[in-house]
């Protein structure tokens, strides 16, 4: 074991203010009728700054912001000029991407590492893939002369927040449609942010409007009836709870939600490659990831070996502080993730799994959970059913190909699965069984701006990403 | 001589490729027949039919199931009067055989025109392709009551979905007539499973049913109806087709919205090396 000096990233780069209030119609403007949040660092526990908590009043307002900019600028404009704000959004987040990447480490937690070299690159990448589709409509495949929805209500978890931001507002914007956006009530800062880029960008007012605020916030914007599409991602509760609330309405539904992906490791896959795979599907941002690899499923007879080299790497894993340049496992995003993510792991113990972590220190301040695997887990334990949106895995074997599929879709949810062996057809005979929107093969956790990704089951629907990812915001 | 005495026809249910009556042993009066009266309970077995026949129809390769799809044309075709004696007019028979072989041709185009590979930022293969979602439940229009069925069932099932449909309530014989058309046309059994009776006893079941996987929603009238069915539908996040306002011009060409609405799209990521 290395031993490694602090590598901190400088926070200097980030200018925050004391207290922020709402976009709405090109504005910062205070909140109508709402209160307001705290975000802390969940690192340290500071506070970091205050954002207001949108109200009714405010989503009125906003909505109704968009509607003008819907109607009076950005649906009339050519898609050739949308493309061209896009583009300046694009080159904006790349200039600024070292703040940007900063300020979501801070309020996210999630190691800078993972923010400067995956999150930032991936959200600009988005913006400039959908700028080229603002003009090139006719072509996607959605009819000879596709039309925008309207005005999009567009809900975003914690977890990756300026990326989740990036997969609803350039495809939107891209399509002809205006935002009102709320990003989570623990993460509002690197939408903050995307608003002044915005101002920066002369993007026309009203075209994007950020409330922030929380679950009311969020449940007043999309039941508001002069919104047309509303576009969530989240949990599968409340992804089920909006799916009521537009029922009847003519709103087009968009819903990206939870998963418990199993990621498959066979008897003939390169024991190393399938370790790092592991440790990537379920250790990538803390494991806060819809789409983590959180049951392995290997095959028996390589159990123990995987199993053991799977330790050994855990045990190389930094847990701590996210602006350190060499942490692989920041903090957990709050206190409530922390709880739900504790409450599972006793659960698994209590059932009767067997719990391991490798030897770590944790910090004394902010919310902080060790790197765990669970063995000996069974196919009805809590563990293994329910997503614990952590870096928890459970593990579980299988002897054949079939019982390994069997196993892998028994659940309601069907959002990824990973793949690990050295034989072609059989990956091929596998992903064609796996009932999940994303198949990773030898390879996990990776995304793409041209690549759609959403869910089968409960998972959602609707695909975010590629050429499909535009269908969600055209009238088709 | 005697006038010959005519058989008459018995129409039942259509489950798992049989015939049976309605496990409650009710009927109904309508278009001059007693037409089986389907209760919740037929709708849970036409589902449990239409989940076992998932893995065949689903694994089928495209090309069979056109071939297929083809079949139940020419079966179509060739029962034209049996439709046109049930009240049907000509040029809708002609127009539903039509529909049927246009959508037994997209069986295996439709995975080239929705799906294809992603040009991502790596050294990765990454490609696109649409799957059936499962198991459908479809509320069929009321009228017209052979093309609008056809019209929403071929789309269903073309990409390997199995389908459970409640049929018009007020012009059934077409829909089990069809189902006559379907038996005969190696289709497997439970890939079409048809309910008659009334929308309100069969619909609300099958929105619920957590083995259903979409809903289409068209032939629902009742915007109270349709809203509480829909809300049912959340509860396992079911796929909904749900009618655009106004009247529908079924002669029209009926775009890929209804099939891609029923589609899953898996994308398969794998690296590129030596």
């Given amino acids: ?476 | 001589m005697s006038e010959r005495v005519a058989v008459r026809k018995t129409y039942k249910l259509f489950i798992g490729g049989k015939f049976p009556r309605s496990e409650s042993g009710r009927s109904y009066l309508v278009q001059s027949s007693n037409v089986s009266l389907a209760s919740r309970k037929d709708a849970r077995d036409a589902v449990v039919a239409a989940r076992a026949a998932v893995k065949g129809w689903a694994g089928a390769t495209a090309y069979n199931r056109g071939q297929i799809l083809y079949r139940a044309a020419e079966m179509l075709e060739g029962r034209r009067e049996q439709f046109v004696a049930l009240g049907i007019p000509g040029d809708e028979v002609d127009a539903a055989v039509d529909r049927w072989v246009w959508y037994a041709g997209w069986a295996d185009k439709i995975a080239q025109v929705y799906g294809g590979a992603n040009p991502v930022a790596g050294p990765y293969f990454n490609l696109s392709a649409p799957e059936p979602t499962g198991v459908v439940a479809v509320v069929a229009p009321e009228r017209p009551a052979l093309l609008g069925l056809v019209s929403v069932i071929a789309p269903a099932i073309v990409s390997g979905n199995t389908v459970v449909v409640a049929a018009s309530p007020t012009e059934p014989l077409a829909a089990v007539t069809l189902a006559e058309v379907l038996a005969t046309s190696d289709l497997p059994g439970g890939v079409v499973n048809i309910l008659t009776g009334a929308i309100t006893e069969t619909a609300p079941t099958l929105a619920s049913h957590l083995d259903v996987n979409a809903i289409d929603l068209t032939g629902v009238t009742d915007a109270t109806l349709a809203t509480d069915l829909e809300v049912k539908a959340a509860e396992n996040l079911k796929r909904v087709l749900r009618p655009a306002p106004g009247d529908h011009d079924w002669f029209a060409g009926p775009g890929l919205a209804r099939m891609t609405t029923l589609l899953e799209t898996k994308t398969v990521w794998h690296p590129k090396g030596v």
């Avoid at chain 1, 959605?142 to 977890?159: E, R």
């Avoid at chain 1, 028996?300 to 199993?307: G, I, Q, T, Y």
């Fill in chain 1, 1 to 476: 074991m290395f031993e490694y000096a602090p590598a901190p990233e400088s926070r200097s780069v980030v200018d925050l203010k004391p207290s922020y209030g709402l976009f709405v119609d090109g504005e910062f403007v205070d909140p109508a009728d709402g209160g307001s949040l705290k975000s802390i660092n969940p690192a340290s526990e500071e506070v970091l700054a205050e954002v207001a908590e949108a109200g009714s009043a405010d989503v009125e307002r906003a909505v109704r912001a968009a509607r003008k900019a819907y109607d009076k600028v950005w649906g009339p404009m050519p898609g050739r000029d949308r493309a061209k704000y896009l583009y300046r959004i694009a080159r904006l987040i790349q200039e600024r991407s070292r703040e940007l990447a900063v300020l979501e480490s801070l309020d996210n937690g999630k190691p800078i590492r993972e923010s400067r070299d995956v999150d930032l690159p991936l959200v600009a990448a988005h913006f400039f893939y959908y700028a080229g589709w603002a003009d090139k409509l006719e072509h996607a495949g959605f009819g000879a002369d596709p039309k925008p929805i309207g005005v999009a209500a567009q809900v975003i978890p914690w977890n990756f927040p300026l990326l989740m931001l990036a997969w609803k507002i350039a495809p939107a914007l891209a399509a002809g449609n205006t935002v009102v956006l709320k990003p989570a009530e623990t993460t509002p800062l690197t939408a903050l942010l995307f608003a002044e880029i915005c101002q920066q960008a002369d993007l026309p007012a009203g075209v994007v409007n950020i409330l922030t605020g929380a679950g009311d916030t969020g449940r007043a914007l999309v039941e508001h009836p002069g919104v047309d599409k509303v576009a969530f991602t989240g949990s599968t509760e409340v992804g089920r709870a909006i799916a009521r609330s537009v029922a009847g309405t003519r709103k087009k539904l968009t819903v990206e939600l939870g998963g418990k992906a199993a990621n498959i490791v066979f008897d003939d896959a390169p024991v190393d490659q399938a370790v790092e795979g592991i440790v990537n599907g379920i250790f990538f941002n803390q494991g806060h990831v819809c789409c983590a690899g959180s049951r392995l499923l290997v095959q028996e007879n390589v159990a123990d070996r995987v199993l053991e080299s799977l330790k050994r790497r855990m045990a190389q894993l930094r847990v701590g502080d996210p602006l350190d340049k060499n942490t692989d496992v920041g903090a957990i995003n709050s206190a409530a993730q922390l709880e739900r993510i504790r409450e599972l792991s006793d659960a698994g113990s209590a059932e009767g799994a067997e719990r391991w972590s490798p030897p770590c220190e944790l910090p004394d301040r902010g919310f902080w959970f060790a790197p765990t695997i669970f063995t000996g887990v069974t196919q009805a334990h809590r563990i293994a059913r329910e997503e614990i949106f952590g870096p928890v895995l459970s593990v579980l074997t299988f002897r054949t190909p079939a019982e390994a599929v069997e196993k892998a879709n028994n659940t309601p949810y069907g959002l990824s699965a990973g793949i690990w062996t050295d034989k072609g057809s059989r990956i091929l005979w596998m992903a064609d069984r796996l009932r999940a929107g994303v198949i990773w093969a030898n390879t996990f956790n990776k995304f793409d701006p041209t690549s759609p990704f959403g869910g089968y089951k409960e998972s959602g629907y609707g695909r975010e990403g590629g050429r499909h990812g535009l269908e969600g915001y055209l009238n088709v």
